[in-house]
């Protein structure tokens, strides 16, 4: 993929700041004010997370459009569907305990990746689901809407959207670039870009505002994600590392899950603008201590006193957990999965987050018997290469 550079995409972040500012002035809707704030905040991040030296963005309008917004309808979601959330978390921690998930076994072998596989890689999976909005954001991926940054950040990947401009500018984090995780992590962001097809092909702009407000923000991206460590497998690309990033995928759920469970023990009293709360019930965190002294693993997860994100942990939970579950449907009947696929994520945000799976069939009751995660969990485990 063609190399951009700095100048270039300063220069272009100016220009689409001096077009918001414009069409700030005439925008007479709420929905135009709410594509607006989300196009700001996307050269907000870009100008400030050690991308870019620019200052150009008005915290003035920010702060407008913020109040605006309809951020807060994310906290009503959660707080709506805190009992299931909470139900599902401790499924899922226990399911880790049940199968005797062999969390210190070595799994760091990682391999090279040249520059020439990587891309590679990335089309040859995506040509494989024979998907005409795929096509599309592979197309736009070509015409410099996929950036990459020699950045040290503290993050792998982001998708910034421009709904005012129909557009959206991939971000990744090289310090990996010579391995597999830089591939994945740009699976992932295009997994939000395949979102995003769905919502402009079909001329649902506003949805973009609308599936921000639900704890599904990160399933699409996940489970392009899981299918492609899936894809990985079936295809022997890479074995050493395969090991690797299934741990890691399996990993990330159980710390997402501790997290959630965390949340909705402790409650959520009060909506804030920034979204973290205190684990500060005591009582309530004793629980999760002893289901940490069951499973015998304690890395990064969450202890009385820390301060959580209520956004990162839920969705992240919800998304690792459905990719699961998806990939289990998929598999199954590729390409009538995908057509159901669109309808959902055309949905979700407009209907009751779980009632919305069952066009994918997939049910509360199915997630809450965790019968899929633990088939695939002990796939994992019994396999030949963590066997070796």
């Not at 139900?87 to 399911?95: A, P, Q, Y």
Request: negative net charge.
């Amino acid at each position: 993929m063609e190399e951009i550079t700095y100048e270039e995409i300063e220069k272009e972040i100016e220009d689409l700041y001096k077009k918001i500012e414009y069409l700030y002035g005439k925008a007479n809707t709420k929905s135009k004010q709410r594509r607006l704030f989300s196009t700001i905040c996307a050269l907000d991040k870009i100008c400030s997370e050690d991308c870019l030296d620019l200052n150009i963005v008005s915290s003035h309008l920010i702060k407008k459009l913020y109040m605006e917004s309809k951020f807060f309808d994310y906290y009503d979601d959660v707080n709506y569907n805190l009992e299931i959330l909470k139900e599902l978390s401790l499924v899922v921690i226990n399911t880790f305990k049940d199968i005797n998930y062999p969390f210190y076994k070595n799994y760091k072998s990682r391999d090279y990746v040249p520059d020439s596989d990587k891309n590679n890689l990335i089309y040859t999976y995506f040509n494989s689901f024979n998907d005409q909005i795929i096509d599309k954001f592979i197309k736009k991926a070509g015409d410099n809407y996929y950036l990459e940054f020699s950045s040290d950040l503290a993050f792998e990947g982001a998708l910034y959207n421009l709904p005012i401009f129909k557009k959206y500018i991939i971000h990744l984090n090289t310090a990996n670039d010579q391995n597999l995780f830089y591939v994945i992590s740009a699976i992932h962001e295009m997994g939000h870009a395949y979102e995003k097809e769905i919502f402009y092909g079909n001329g649902e702009v506003n949805l973009l505002d609308m599936y921000k407000e639900t704890f599904f923000y990160e399933v699409s991206s996940s489970f392009f994600e899981y299918t492609f460590i899936n894809f990985l497998n079936e295809n022997n690309y890479y074995p050493k590392e395969i090991k690797y990033e299934y741990n890691l995928f399996y990993l990330e759920l159980l710390k997402n899950a501790f997290k959630t469970y965390s949340i909705c023990l402790n409650g959520i009293d009060e909506v804030n603008n920034s979204y973290y709360i205190k684990l500060d019930n005591k009582d309530k965190m004793e629980e999760v201590e002893k289901l940490k002294e069951a499973l015998n693993y304690y890395e990064k997860l969450p202890n009385y006193n820390d301060k959580l994100s209520i956004l990162d942990s839920v969705i992240y939970f919800v998304g690792g957990l459905l990719a699961i579950n998806l990939y289990n449907k998929y598999k199954d009947n590729p390409k009538e999965f995908m057509k159901k696929f669109r309808t959902f994520l055309v949905n979700y945000p407009r209907s009751g987050v779980f009632d919305s799976l069952e066009v994918v069939g997939i049910t509360k009751e199915e997630l809450l018997s965790s019968k899929v995660l633990k088939k695939e969990l002990n796939k994992f485990i019994n396999s030949s290469y963590i066997k070796r």
